[in-house]
């Protein structure tokens, strides 16, 4: 697997129970999957010398991230690379302006959007679409990191001058809810959807997961055809995760990434089959398992570096007093709005289950709950 992050982490804890050795492509020893003991080279996700060398002897190559240059995917591939995803797949994962040109051309549901380069085709888009607008870096975005709500076309020029490259623009929308699908697929088109989860966000980050989302069953049943029929229409080989928002109580489909996500951490302990153990199944060509949930709700509830940055560790004990809660903690350096880690709890109703889950994460992140 590229990279050692939390995703790592969680995949080489399922591979360990499915006698798969997972090697992973670290940037440091201290990377969250190599302190959980994965076997692991030091190198850069930018390196062909690095890519080369994980990939040596292995059955397939896999992704935590979405940082390895398109043209090193290629020549890995031209290696005799068993990469899942394959490298034209995962292209799409890697830049928000070109996934989002190729799902609009294959005729799916998207916000209005346009990549623009100067700032007149800002004002443009402005003047059409109405102030604010939503601009986005196509590359190296994430938990809204490189999300930017412009008011104006002086604060977009302030934007533009960070992303000489371009930005990707939207309106902003009305959302009414925000929604992920995970689906898994083989290389052979073997695929299966979980059911949908309904995602929360503060300042633009998931601080959420709730599980089944609160939508009628049809909006649900498209939601779910709609994240196969993407996946089988990129190609996709392992998980993918597909982002929808709900607007005017019709699907936008936001972004999709093609790896484990953390709008599937629920599937740990609220699945049958969690998402880790899915994509190994997945990319290894193994019959994939049955995606459905072991109870009636289930709520995910990140843990957040809080401000003062204090340590989750140490509160551990405490957060394990609220019944039946399952802790992950990433083995992250705490620092003030990082993801260090994650709360699942699972039972018979939503509220219920996610105050548990909030309850211990708020412990978690040093709050009195
Ligand atoms: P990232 O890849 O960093 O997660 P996203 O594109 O998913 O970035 O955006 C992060 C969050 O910002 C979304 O989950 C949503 O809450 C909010 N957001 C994104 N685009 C829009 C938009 N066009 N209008 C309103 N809110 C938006």
């Known amino acids: 697997m590229v990279g050692a992050g939390q995703l790592a982490r969680m995949t080489h804890q399922a591979a360990i129970d499915l006698g798969v050795e ?17 076997v692991h080279q030091i190198g850069s996700p930018a390196e062909l010398a690095d890519l080369r060398r994980l990939a040596e002897g292995a059955d ?8 390895v240059p398109p043209e090193l995917l290629a020549r890995l591939e031209a290696d005799g690379v068993n990469l899942a995803p394959p490298a034209r797949a ?27 380069r100067g700032l007149r085709e800002i004002e443009e888009f402005g003047s059409l679409h109405g102030w604010p607008l939503v601009a986005k870096a196509p590359r190296g975005g994430y938990d809204g990191r490189g999300v930017t709500v412009v008011a104006d076309a002086k604060v977009a020029s302030a934007v533009l001058g960070e992303l000489p490259d371009g930005v990707l623009l939207e309106p902003l929308l009305a959302i009414e809810q925000e929604l992920a699908v995970l689906v898994a ?26 599980v089944p989302a609160p939508i009628p069953p049809q909006l649900a049943d498209k939601a779910r055809s709609l994240a196969l029929e993407i996946a089988e229409r990129s190609g ?11 607007v005017d109580g019709l699907l936008l489909v936001n972004e999709l990434a093609l790896r484990p996500h953390n709008s ?32 009636p709700a289930v709520v995910t509830v990140n843990v957040v570096g809080p401000a003062d940055g204090a340590q989750p560790a140490e509160r551990v004990a405490e957060a394990l007093a609220v019944p039946g809660v399952h802790l992950h903690l990433y083995g992250k350096e705490p620092a003030p709005g990082r993801k260090l880690g994650h709360v699942t709890a699972c039972g018979a109703q939503i509220a219920e289950v996610a105050a548990r889950a909030r309850e211990a994460a708020s412990i978690l992140e040093g709050g009195s709950a």
């Open 60 to 67: 397939v190559v896999t992704f935590d991230h979405e940082r």
């Open 264 to 295: 599937g951490h629920f599937t740990i302990e609220g699945s049958c089959t969690s998402q880790f153990e899915q994509h190994l199944r997945a990319v290894l060509g193994w019959p994939l398992g049955v995606p459905d949930l072991v109870a």
């Open 185 to 210: 697929r083989t290389r052979v088109g073997e695929q299966v959807a979980y059911p949908v989860a309904q995602t929360v966000q503060r300042d633009a980050m998931c601080r959420e997961i709730r």
């Open 90 to 116: 995962k292209l799409l994962a890697q830049d928000k302006a070109h996934q989002r040109e190729h799902l609009a051309a294959l005729g799916l549901p998207v916000p209005p959007f346009a990549l623009a």
């Open 236 to 246: 996709a080989v392992g998980l993918l995760a597909l982002e929808l928002f709900v």
């Open 22 to 38: 997972l090697r992973v492509l670290a940037a440091t020893s201290q990377d969250p999957a190599v302190l959980a003991g994965a």
